[in-house]
């Protein structure tokens, strides 16, 4: 359901584009990360559990694959579209094109953390298996062509420096945001 909103939206301003000539640009983000995310996200869910009890973290599946981009470079890719002069009515990935596994994405921030910490599989946070994409990744060609973006924050690298920063974040933040979190549900 939530990918099929997805689609709607994005099929919805296509036609205000095709029908009214509305200046329309879509573009897809790949699962943003970075301070003040969700909690019900896998790095926020990481690091809360890891900041609250560094011995332990419950988390579903390890071996998913996700394109991670942080934060200011979906900013600036949405930026770059915007003021783009050409692109209206097309569609445009805003991602690294890399792709990192749950277990990936533990071990870095573990490793940042410097914690050693027990996985336990926590059956409430397993998606329907008709429901899950095993693997997401983007291919950013056509965005780094017609606006010339392209990830700041990308490769191994890329992604070290960005949960190092919204690990920073956390850190400072961690009470606050989880009674924010709490109230929000």
Same mark, same amino acid.
């Given at each position: 359901?939530?990918?099929?909103?997805?689609?709607?939206?994005?099929?919805?301003?296509?036609?205000?584009?095709?029908?009214?000539?509305?200046?329309?640009?879509?573009?897809?983000?790949?699962?943003?990360?970075?301070?003040?995310?969700?909690?019900?996200?896998?790095?926020?869910?990481?690091?809360?559990?890891?900041?609250?009890?560094? *011995?332990?973290?419950?988390?579903?599946?390890?071996?998913? #694959?996700? +394109?991670?981009?942080? %934060?200011? $470079?979906?900013? &600036?890719? /949405?930026?770059?579209?915007?003021?783009?002069? *050409?692109?209206?009515?097309?569609?445009?990935?805003?991602? #690294?094109? +890399?792709?990192?596994? %749950?277990? $990936?994405?533990? &071990?870095? /921030?573990?490793?940042?953390?410097?914690?050693?910490?027990?996985?336990?599989?926590?059956?409430?946070?397993?998606?329907?298996?008709?429901?899950? %994409?095993?693997?997401?990744?983007?291919?950013?060609?056509?965005?780094?062509?017609?606006?010339?973006?392209?990830?700041?924050?990308?490769?191994?690298?890329?992604?070290?420096?960005?949960?190092?920063?919204?690990?920073?974040?956390?850190?400072?933040?961690?009470?606050?945001?989880?009674?924010?979190?709490?109230?929000?549900?």
């Amino acid at each position: 359901p939530y990918s099929a909103s997805k689609i709607a939206a994005d099929q919805l301003a296509y036609s205000y584009w095709s029908s009214f000539e509305t200046p329309v640009v879509i573009v897809r983000p790949f699962n943003t990360y970075g301070p003040r995310q969700s909690n019900r996200a896998v790095i926020p869910t990481i690091m809360s559990q890891l900041l609250d009890h560094p *011995d332990y973290v419950e988390l579903g599946a390890l071996d998913t #694959t996700r +394109d991670l981009t942080y %934060v200011e $470079d979906t900013a &600036a890719g /949405i930026v770059a579209a915007a003021l783009g002069t *050409d692109g209206e009515g097309e569609v445009f990935n805003l991602g #690294t094109g +890399d792709e990192w596994s %749950v277990r $990936d994405i533990l &071990a870095t /921030i573990t490793g940042i953390l410097d914690v050693s910490a027990e996985i336990r599989e926590d059956a409430s946070r397993l998606r329907p298996e008709k429901s899950e %994409v095993l693997r997401l990744v983007s291919d950013n060609s056509r965005a780094r062509a017609k606006f010339g973006w392209s990830p700041i924050y990308s490769g191994r690298e890329g992604l070290q420096r960005g949960l190092e920063q919204t690990t920073l974040w956390f850190r400072k933040n961690l009470a606050a945001y989880s009674n924010r979190s709490r109230l929000l549900l």
